[in-house]
């Protein structure tokens, strides 16, 4: 049992970090695409509308995203349903949902992994400072939060099946419940679901482990059967476009970034192979330092924004320093030692996950370092078992901790001081549908590279920027006038294809061009 003074100690410093989560709150959303595509789903629910892409001028499909998240933001979007009044509200979930992640990670930690308050303390800190998780819970409307809270859950709630007898059917019942919610937020679960089968299989809980199964796949099954019933074909994808309208076995078989014909672009073996084994480099010798030590990829004007800035090459700027690499991957091999080297957590639930989620990782098309920001507790939890000395731990941890505060404040100066990256972002593309609201008309539809944005800000409907080239003949055929093109710097189309300049921001480049006969 904890004591009454631990707990007060806990409860101030979550009160201090709220403070940082407070300050660095603001009104941007759907800058990461993703975020966009979450909102017009809520509202596709909210409208009851079903779940699909109201927002496409062409076909909307059933997305691939599982419905959890949009679905625990319906009720807000049903309130306020004016972009962007809920936003805030939307941000606070995600926020409430990631401080009782950590509740329930220094109770765990406490009562079952032999950590002291004060070291369970250090740890939830410099989970909750975590730059990428800050910034993914204030400055965009990502499922990141709400997922935290459903992995850490669901991981106490199977670790607490070998706990109690064998012969009891409840723990795996539960367990298995909370393993399906974060399924249905998140694909990437699978690797939790797979650990937990191992687990129980390990513990020799063969009884539990069926129904544990079983209940999983009862809890996925209306999904799937939906998913399957309204599946797209294949020319309703390539004609609303965008990754959000391929399936994940699409998305990480083509062999590359684009969708404007993904059954010609499908990877050969060997290039799959490549891009695994170029993943988890880049997990090693970027994407882990960037959890612990990412004020020595970019000053704090970025913060946050190391979740699309880090990637193999040409697909992310940081973390490329030789120096930067050597940090990132002596963490990580701090980190492999905590695991391995501890007899207690060798094969428990949370090195478990982190194994079944490499193999995850491997095939994936745009950045890894998202995949690692729910596993922060659990990563944070084995670099600490990993320096082998409690003294030398706390002192790493303070250090990490004054770091992620010294980078918080940095930012939050920027803020009312002059203007962070995402805020400069958020009013240049505020701009940019300002000017397509005041000059496009409703029944007009437009290609960009932001859907999801586009119409959540203008009502405009639109589809996806892909292959401009071979596709700009089908958007004036369905009906769209405008192509909008919300990446900074991004390059305007082809002179022969025939258009006219309409909209270019000042500082980054952002520009909205009218198809011309």
Known sequence: MTSPRARAIFALALCGIAAVYFLR???????????AWYLVLAKAIAQGDGYRLISSATAQVLPAVPPGFPLLLSPLVMAL????????WVKLLSIAATFIAAAICWRDFTQHRGLSPTEATLIVAAVLLTPALVFLTTS???SEGVYLLAQVAAIVAIERITRQDAS?????????ILSGIAMLIRSTAAALIAAAIVYLLIARRWRQAAIFTAIVILCMLPWTLYASAHAPTAEERAAHGGSIAYSYAQLLTTSRF????PERDAATTGALVDRAAQNLTVVLTRDVGAVFLPVIYRGPDESGREVFSIGRPQMGDMGVARGTMFVSAAIGVIILVGWLASARERFAM?????????PLIAPVVGQTFRYLIP?????????????????IARIALLIVIGLHVMDHAGYVRQKFTAVPESLADWRENSELTAWIANNVKPNEAIATTNPGL???ATGRRTVAIDGMDLNWQRWKTAGVRFVACTIPYGELPLKTLGWQLRFKSERRGLWVVEMTD
């Not at 349903?81 to 805030?88: E, G, L, Q, R």
């Not at 009891?168 to 298995?176: E, S, T």
């Open 81 to 88: 349903p004016a972009f962007p009044d809920y936003v805030i």
């Open 168 to 176: 009891d059917h409840r723990p795996p019942i539960v367990a298995a």
């Open 375 to 391: 596993l922060a507790p659990y990563l944070v939890l084995f670099f600490w078992r990993g320096l082998r000395s409690p003294a």
């Open 25 to 35: 709150l603001d009104p941007v959303a759907g800058l990461m695409v993703d975020d």
């Open 454 to 456: 586009i119409y959540l």
């Open 258 to 261: 684009s969708f404007a014909n």
């Open 350 to 358: 949370p090195g478990l996950l982190l194994a079944a989620t490499l």
């Open 140 to 142: 965009t409307v990502m």
